[in-house]
């Protein structure tokens, strides 16, 4: 990502919590030498210098056979257009144009799989009680029958990046 000095974001709480609240991440990897995007719900977890990516995926999705290769996971936060101000307009004689506002997060690690049930449980319990907090009637996976549970398990993979660097990008104020 091009990046110059008056738009690098330096805070990592700022960059942590652009993450928290655009939890769904587009996981970029290789396949075969050519880039792959999957779009996953991410947890972000205090580990480590830069902080910890956590994850699952379907175990058809052979994302998760990547594991010991670099990754890019990119969020996105707000992003707004931004037309030329008629003042600035006025005062340039015209010289100005539009350009786009917007806050992204790139966090880069190496994928590691998590092939373990009780990993699985416990991430996916924590995860669901986490989105779930602000629901009138909060679902858990324990609300799930026991025998469907244990079959989901067995579909799903988890998957953690260790995050290695991570860069944010602040240009503008965006309005939303």
Same mark, same amino acid.
């Given at each position: 990502m091009?990046? /110059?000095a008056?738009?690098r974001q330096?805070? /990592? ?10 939890a769904?991440?587009?996981l970029?990897?290789?396949?075969d030498g050519?880039?792959?995007?999957d779009?996953i719900?991410?947890?972000? %977890?205090d580990d480590?210098e830069h902080g910890l990516?956590? @994850?699952?995926v @379907?175990?058809a999705?052979?994302l998760?056979r990547? @594991?010991?290769?670099?990754?890019l996971?990119v969020?996105?936060?707000p992003?707004s257009y931004v037309?030329? *101000? ?5 005062e340039?004689?015209g ?5 786009w506002?917007?806050h992204? %997060?790139?966090a880069?690690g190496v994928l590691? @799989?998590? *092939?373990?049930?009780?990993?699985l449980l416990a991430f996916?319990?924590q995860q669901?009680?986490h989105?779930?907090a602000?629901q009138?009637q /909060?679902?858990s996976? *324990?609300?799930a ?11 799903? %993979? ?14 503008g104020?965006?309005?939303?």
């Open positions: 091009y990046l /110059p008056r738009h330096l805070d /990592p709480q700022a960059m942590r919590a652009l993450v928290e609240r655009n769904l991440g587009m970029v990897t290789l396949d050519a880039p792959v995007a779009h719900p991410f947890e972000f %977890v480590g990516l956590r @994850a699952h @379907a175990r999705n052979p998760w990547r @594991a010991g290769q670099e990754v996971v969020f996105r936060g992003a037309p030329p *101000d008629a003042q600035e307009k006025m340039t004689g010289r100005v144009v539009p350009t506002d917007y992204v %997060v790139h880069r590691r @799989a998590v *092939d373990d049930p009780a990993w996916l319990r669901t009680a989105h779930e602000d009138a /909060p679902w996976v *324990d609300d029958p026991p025998s469907y549970i244990d079959g989901m398990l067995k579909a799903i %993979v988890g998957i953690e990046v260790p995050i290695g660097r991570i860069d944010g990008k602040w240009k104020v965006p309005s939303s």
